[in-house]
């Protein structure tokens, strides 16, 4: 089996798959994306695919081992999520040929099933309560929320009572024992995050996410014996050596990896185990599209330490296509009590409606993250 063609289709909202076809005819999908730099992940795709036209698919391993060393310079957000694009549709195509799911490739399952929580409340949080009792009411067991808007390295108790408020009616709305993750989206700087983590123990939190950017992890080291609740961090870290420091300093209780970001299946399930050694949970990041969340499904089914999972039916980034719209039989994502099923069809174990992405790739789209400014003019984290 050969890999004869690379196609990448940059579709609405603010995602880019990846087709990789083979002259066997058996096709594989990927999501190779970071979020408002879509079009430079479709051309770091176009640079990787010189080597591999021409080459077995099947060869996982190998390829990845060269696509990622096999450049002088390597890493970063770009490189690993167009690698962890091509990764994740190379596993569906061997997957295919095999006629198993990428799980059974990877070992075998660990869980049929993975618990998994509803977005609520947009980039500046709002109507919390309303939303986290709607997403209760159509089965959810746990929600997350951005804790914040933008914050100055040192600003109000105005602000930190805005939050705890916020933070306050989700939990008076869903009672004790639906979780809550909070996620300071990197928006908070160390002067602040000291203050707003202490504040929010007695909110009994599923996990506080970023409560400083990857690159000032040092701060953890302050900030860990302030709480007592879990610490999750990972989704701006592209590879497992990105997170050997984090794992072995012991201030992070849950990564989040990216599968779409993190260099693919191969690279975060190397990830997840090693988080395994050192007691530490896993809760992938994935507020992206069908196949990130696929290939999220299949790491999660023979990860010991994964417990929840990331998804975006419904989020607010989901203006003008939702999560289900690109498959052919959207069902096999059905959320039953707060949990999906993982998928069990060969490769990933879903079926794109490739007609209806290229209607929609002509379409595309230019999403960009927002950008934000303090009242003093300066700019503000988002």
Known sequence: MKITKLTTYIVPPRWCFLKIETDEGVVGWGEPVVEGRAHSVAAAVEELSDYLIGKDPRNIEDHWTVLYRGGFYRGGAIHMSALAGIDQALWDIKGKALGVSVSQL????????????SWIGGDRPADVAAAAKDAVARGFTAVKMNGTEELQFVDSYEKVEAALANVAAVRDAVGLHVGIGVDFHGRVHK??????????????????EEPVLSENYEALKELAPLTNTPIALGERLYSRWDFKRILS?????????????????????????MAEAYDVAVALHCPLGPIALAACLQVDAVSYNAFIQEQSLGIHYNQSNDLLDYLTQPEVFAYD?????????????????EEYVKERAAIGHRWRNPIWRHRDGSFAEW
């Open 106 to 117: 990877l070992g075998g399952p660990v869980r049929n099933s993975i618990r998994v929580y």
């Open 337 to 353: 009590k707060g949990y999906v099923t993982i998928p069990q069809g060969p490769g990933l174990g879903i079926e794109i409606n």
């Open 191 to 208: 002067p602040m995050a000291k203050v707003l983590i202490k504040e929010l123990d007695q909110y009994k939190l599923m996990f506080i």
């Open 249 to 273: 300093d012991g201030y992070i209780d849950v990564i989040q990896p990216d599968v779409s970001h993190a260099g693919g299946i191969t690279e975060t399930r190397k990830i997840a185990t």
